[in-house]
Every structure is written in structure tokens, then in C-alpha cells.
């Protein structure tokens, strides 16, 4: 019996379609003319190519993960800083009063949102 190495890449193709399709080792080494252990060589490669294409996405949605809580962070350390500002007597005394509901208001909506998106992003793991 032969080698994968000696295949064509169309055979190889066909034999990892057979494969797919859910055929047994014994059916395809008879359509083929190949040993169960080349079908189960050919498999494995099949195993492997998917192991690394799911290693991928999970490395993407890590660093994905990783720059939505950056962001989430660098928003909250913003919206505290604009609260410390609007905690300041001198600045509140500047400030006309529908103003100041407008911003408490903004700041809220901004909050309860970031609060949203971790806790939708904590529920995902």
C-alpha cells in the first residue's frame, strides 16, 4: 500500500471527502486501494488542521476579550474623571442646574451601558 506522501492532492482530497461524508476506514482503504492506517494518517491530519483553525479563533476572541475590557476600563477611568470634575463646588456654582441633570444623566446612561457590555461579556465565558 502506498504513502500519502505518493498521493495526488486530488486523491488526498477525495479521501478526506469520503472521510467528511462519515464513510467507515474499511470502505474508503477498499475504494481506494489504501491501508485502514493511511485513512486513519489522512484523519489525523484532517483532526489537526481543525485543532489549529479552533486555536486561532480562540486566540481572536481572547485578544478581542483583551481590548474590550481595555476599552471598557479606559472608558470608566474616563467617565470617574469627569465626575470628579463635576464634583468640584467651584464648577458646580457655574453651572446652570439643567446642565449639571444633563451630565449626572449622560454619566448614568454611560455607566449602566459599560456595566451592561461586562456583564454580557463575563456571561459569554
Do not use: C, W
Amino acid at each position: 500500500m502506498a504513502r500519502t506522501s505518493n498521493f495526488t492532492p486530488e486523491m488526498i482530497g477525495m479521501v478526506q471527502a469520503a472521510i467528511i461524508a462519515g464513510h467507515t476506514y474499511e470502505e474508503i482503504a477498499k475504494q481506494f486501494n489504501i491501508s485502514k492506517s493511511t485513512v486513519g494518517n489522512i484523519k489525523n491530519k484532517i483532526d489537526g488542521e481543525k485543532a489549529s483553525l479552533h486555536k486561532i479563533k480562540d486566540d481572536e476572541n481572547y485578544r478581542i476579550d483583551v481590548q474590550l475590557m481595555t476599552s471598557l476600563k479606559n472608558h470608566l477611568d474616563a467617565l470617574n474623571a469627569i465626575a470628579e470634575v463635576a464634583k468640584d463646588k467651584d464648577y458646580l456654582r457655574g453651572q446652570k442646574a439643567s446642565d449639571l441633570s444633563q451630565l449626572h444623566t449622560t454619566i448614568e446612561n454611560h455607566i449602566v451601558r459599560l456595566l451592561q457590555s461586562s456583564t454580557d461579556e463575563s456571561s459569554r465565558e
